[in-house]
């Protein structure tokens, strides 16, 4: 295998994991209950998901959240206070913890 096919294969599997991290918390009491008090259902938080895992598997480590959608930054708050992902400057969020906190850069 290429140091290429090397490393998209880590990447899918560091995002792999991540999602399962996070879906297990979403499914969670706790998780639960958070959602409730950002107001946001499971499926915005898993859309939201689905597309940081996306950049993830991509080898990217930053997402871009739309502001404009407020929603979408109600479920990336949630995330945030949940320890998923980390708030940057701007629309930008940072997933947490995906391979020991950081990507993996080739």
């Known amino acids: 295998m290429s140091g290429r096919g090397k490393r998209e294969k880590v990447l899918r599997a560091d995002a792999a994991r991540w999602r399962d991290k996070v879906c297990a918390d979403i499914a969670s ?11 946001i259902s499971a499926q915005l938080v898993n859309d939201v998901v689905n597309a940081v895992v996306g950049y993830i ?11 404009r959608n407020s929603r979408r930054r109600r479920a990336a708050e949630y995330l945030a206070a949940r320890g998923h992902v980390e708030i940057l400057a701007g629309d930008l969020i940072r997933p947490v913890g995906v391979r020991g906190d950081e990507l993996v850069w080739w």
């Open 29 to 39: 009491a706790a998780g639960c209950a958070a959602m409730s008090e950002h107001r």
């Open 57 to 67: 598997a991509a080898g990217e480590d930053r997402v871009a959240n739309y502001r």
